[in-house]
């Protein structure tokens, strides 16, 4: 009986270890797929910044001054929001790894279209996806960090949009200034805050970008 | 077994602070009230405990802005959201001004007569209080407005913090156990 006993508790306590170990092996698994995910972005940002600053040469050549600045601004906040990945992934003690593709160069309007899909995707699909991820792994320095890159993303598409909608009549427009929050990449044309709606920073320290 | 909840991160922070500021700085008014309605020497005391409340109650209101501040950079934002955010710590900075203004006030209102060495009036007992507390009802306005703000975008949006994973105690009692049964 004694006997018996004995060999359901070895029984049970092998089961708790076992239990220990894949729990263990799950919270490895989640910590890999969020790294993975930082370096998707990571990757997604850097080549958003290349692109966007050779739009931003060709809308210049075409003669649309105030979307190169567009574009130029964009680019700042996407090599903001890769700087924040990058910290990220190194807080997760890896390298942060991209491949910089050429970018793909059309005129200025299917540029735009271009960059309004990326920016959609990034807003609607990747940056939901890894925050949910980022949320169960109970990261919050990458929760923080994809968060204020969706909000920019967010305010890229609409600036994207109305500069869209409204190309034609900026056919021969100047550079234009464009606000840049140095903290979270949020882009603005005008600074109607008092402070970062995404970040808190105060609008004194946000970038100029033309 | 009952066992120490894991320690919250600084962005966890803010739900357990901001009710400090909230019960400190709304429990102040009373003592200071309560000084005010007594005798000059009677009410010291009384004036001296609202003069602490206050400086402590300010003091957190400077942690759970801060904390806030760290715990919003975690929200999602989109939608209607947005504006009431904005308008939380919009408020509490305000908030946070107002009531170092006027721990500043009942310092100096409490402070300057001892370092005079006045004997304490009707006036500086009773009266400036008095006048002390309507200033102090605009604090107070902003304070429960924030709060209330603060309120929404947990109860109606569902804005949490995040807070630390559990450690898997039952796991490890189970273990426990185990290793006291040998």
Redesign the interface.
């Known amino acids: 009986m004694n006997y018996a006993k004995l060999g359901l508790r070895r029984k049970m306590k092998r089961l708790v270890v076992a239990l220990a170990l894949c729990a263990f092996a799950a919270g490895a698994q989640a910590a890999t797929t969020t790294l993975q995910n930082m370096q998707t972005a990571f990757n997604g940002e850097s080549n958003a910044h290349a692109r966007y600053l050779a739009f931003a040469q060709k809308a210049d050549s075409e003669g649309y001054g105030e979307v190169a600045s567009l574009f130029r601004a964009a680019a700042r906040a996407e090599q903001i929001h890769a700087g924040n990945h990058a910290e990220v992934i190194k807080q997760l003690g890896a390298t942060p790894q991209a491949k910089i593709e050429t970018p793909d160069v059309k005129s200025t309007r299917e540029n735009l279209e271009a960059a309004i899909k990326g920016e959609t995707y990034e807003r609607d699909t990747m940056y939901p996806e890894f925050l949910s991820q980022a949320k169960r792994d109970r990261n919050t320095a990458a929760v923080k960090s994809l968060n204020f890159a969706k909000t920019a993303e967010a305010e890229h598409a609409k600036l994207y949009s109305a500069a869209l909608t409204n190309l034609d009549s900026l056919k021969g427009s100047k550079s234009m200034t464009f606000f840049v929050c140095p903290k979270c990449g949020f882009t603005v044309r005008e600074l109607s805050f008092a402070k970062c709606p995404s970040c808190f920073t105060p609008k004194e320290k946000f970038e100029k970008v033309s | 077994m009952l066992h120490f909840p894991p320690i919250p ?1 600084w ?1 966890a922070m803010h739900p357990l602070i901001v009710h400090f500021p909230i019960a400190l700085l709304l429990l102040s008014p009373l003592f200071i009230l309560i000084g005010a309605a007594l005798s000059p020497s009677r009410g010291q005391p009384y004036r001296i405990a609202g003069l602490i409340i206050l400086l402590l109650g300010t003091a957190s209101l400077f942690v759970a802005a801060w904390t806030g ?1 760290a715990a ?7 939608g209607p959201v ?1 504006a009431v955010l ?1 308008a939380h ?2 408020l509490a ?1 305000q908030t946070r001004i107002l009531f170092l203004v006027l721990t500043v006030i009942l310092l100096g209102m409490t402070l300057l007569p001892k370092a005079l060495r006045r004997q304490e009036t009707r006036l500086s007992s009773t009266f400036m209080p008095l006048a002390f507390l309507v200033l102090y009802s605009v604090g107070a306005l902003f304070l429960v407005n924030t709060a209330h703000a603060g309120g929404r975008l947990v109860h109606e949006f569902g804005i949490h913090s ?1 807070v ?2 559990e450690s ?1 105690p039952a ?1 490890e009692d ?2 426990a156990a ?1 290793e006291r ?1 040998h």
């Open positions: 991160t962005e501040e919003g950079e975690l929200a999602e934002r989109g947005d904005a710590e919009s900075s995040m630390p994973e898997a796991a189970a273990s185990g049964d």
